[in-house]
T-cell receptor, first 112, second 110 residues
Framework: GAGVSQSPRYKVTKRGQDVALRCDPI?????LYWYRQALGQGPEFLTY????????KSGLPNDRFSAERPEGSISTLTIQRTEQRDSAMYRC??????????FGQGTRLTVV | DAKTTQPNSMESNEEEPVHLPCNHS???????IHWYRQLPSQGPEYVIH???SNVNNRMASLAIAEDRKSSTLILHRATLRDAAVYYC???????????FGKGTRLHILP
């Protein structure tokens, strides 16, 4: 596609439910990044992949959060047993691995 | 990751140049200096990056100090649309995570 696509754009879920957020990177981009952003704050690094390999998951807050990129393209960020504190904008970015990273529009997650 | 230091906020008048500073005294010799910005209600947007030489593109110029301990992002003629949070960071060119600090909030006065 022309840019990084994230879906859904908005997700409202009840506390305790699992959610899966999808990121479709720019075709051919090697690196894929996930971030979480609270209102008024900068993006908080969660994890990133080169191809299908998860290079760093040090930013994942706890073991309820996981991410995968099984074929080196689309990635899914999964949050199990959601809590209200998980409410945030979740952003995905991709890059060739050299230079610019391009961000998607984000998924606004609200846990009620 | 190289630790970076930026002023919390800056103001500039519309149609004037803006110089946004960044200190990165712990940067390694092979780290590239990257700048991103985030406009209100938008995702981060790549601005520019460089290694040693000054760099120019359609958005901005990047002036890198000779000792590479600091750099300056230059917006040659600020517009109201340039009001954003600007982030600098040091990155290996390959295989590196992009970490955002607190950035500089740039206000443009009409």
């Amino acid at each position: 596609g022309a840019g990084v696509s994230q879906s859904p754009r908005y997700k409202v879920t009840k506390r305790g439910q699992d959610v899966a957020l999808r990121c479709d990177p720019i075709s051919g981009h090697v690196s894929l990044y996930w971030y979480r952003q609270a209102l008024g704050q900068g993006p908080e690094f969660l994890t990133y992949f080169n191809y299908e390999a998860q290079q760093d998951k040090s930013g994942l807050p706890n073991d309820r959060f996981s991410a995968e990129r099984p074929e080196g393209s689309i990635s899914t960020l999964t949050i199990q047993r959601t809590e209200q504190r998980d409410s945030a904008m979740y952003r995905c970015a991709s890059s060739t691995g050299q230079g610019a990273a391009f961000f998607g529009q984000g998924t606004r997650l609200t846990v009620v | 990751d190289a630790k970076t230091t930026q002023p919390n906020s800056m103001e500039s008048n519309e149609e004037e140049p803006v110089h946004l500073p960044c200190n990165h005294s712990t940067i390694s010799g092979t780290d590239y200096i990257h700048w991103y910005r985030q406009l209100p209600s938008q995702g981060p947007e790549y601005v520019i990056h460089g290694l040693t030489s000054n760099v120019n593109n359609r958005m901005a110029s990047l002036a890198i100090a000779e000792d590479r301990k600091s750099s300056t992002l230059i917006l040659h003629r600020a517009t109201l649309r340039d009001a954003a949070v600007y982030y600098c960071m040091g990155l290996r060119n390959r295989d590196d995570k992009i970490i955002f600090g607190k950035g500089t909030r740039l206000h443009i006065l009409p």
